[in-house]
Nanobody
């Protein structure tokens, strides 16, 4: 079992930046991959970015060049740096992890990101 707790969401103006954090309750070396998804009411959840313990990253086309995912093994955390935010980035962002040994998917409760002037 693992708990994922997100933080860092909020209200930001278009063009602004936010940094989301996801803290895991166990060593993230055992979680592979980790990443971020987002969901808007009435729409399917979509992948934002994923990161493997080997350092391979994957981004949605809509966020490439603006968002950066990273891991900090010492803190058992994964981050999402979001720059040049747009109104269409508004969503609930959830942290995701797959237990490498058990193959089970884990989700955080999510954090709201609102991009509006």
């Amino acid at each position: 079992q693992v708990q994922l707790v997100e933080s860092g969401g909020g209200l930001v103006q278009p063009g602004g930046s936010l940094r989301l954090s996801c803290l895991a309750s166990r060593n993230i070396f055992s979680l592979n991959p980790m990443g971020w998804y987002r969901q808007v009411p009435g729409k399917q959840r979509e992948l934002v970015a994923t990161n493997t313990r080997g350092g391979i990253t994957n981004y949605a086309d809509s966020v490439k060049g603006r968002f950066t995912i990273s891991r900090d093994s010492a803190k058992n955390a994964v981050y999402l740096q979001m720059n040049s935010l747009k109104p269409e980035d508004t969503a609930v962002y959830s942290c995701y992890a797959r237990g490498a040994a058990e193959g089970h998917d884990y989700w955080g409760r999510g954090t709201q990101v609102t991009v509006s002037s």
